[in-house]
């Protein structure tokens, strides 16, 4: 599942309202699935960039079945990274850059990339110093000039 990213939609908070057995906690969620609660919703969620873990530690008394966390979490998507190498020189290796994401949100949240993250704690297992990574190689969009 991909839990972090993209903040929960109103949608999420309209079904998680029924879950909620405080009803104080009950009219927040309905609030933030209200059009009168957009602004609002989007303060507290998009600009935070809240996950759904982030939500529901927010609103304790709203526990929801598993089943209806595994339908509405998307699935997680494959993260696509540029080849940085040429054949012509590694033709056996794929060599790629990746930019770290590491950031602070407004309210001091600590963020970090799910991918970037754990490719930046990889050690190389063998003494070649290389990391080995079960890859595929999908089509891009750059074209090289003729």
């Known amino acids: 599942l991909d839990v972090p990213p993209p903040p929960p939609r109103r949608y999420f908070f309209e079904v998680l309202s029924h879950f909620a057995k405080e009803e104080r906690e009950v009219d927040r969620l309905q609030y933030f699935a209200s059009p009168e609660g957009r602004d609002d919703l989007y ?65 001091k949240r600590e963020r970090k990339g799910l991918c970037t993250d754990w490719l930046s704690t990889l050690v190389p297992q063998t003494s070649d110093d290389v990391i080995r990574l079960p890859v595929w190689v999908a089509k891009g969009s750059l074209r090289l000039p003729k």
């Open 43 to 107: 303060r507290y969620c998009s600009r935070e960039r809240r996950s759904v873990i982030e939500v529901l530690q927010d609103f304790p008394t709203a526990v929801p079945p598993l089943e209806w966390l595994l339908t509405i979490c998307p699935r997680l998507q494959p993260r696509y990274f540029s080849i940085s190498s040429s054949q012509h020189m590694h033709p056996r290796h794929a060599h790629l850059t990746v930019a770290i994401l590491d950031w602070t949100t407004p309210f």
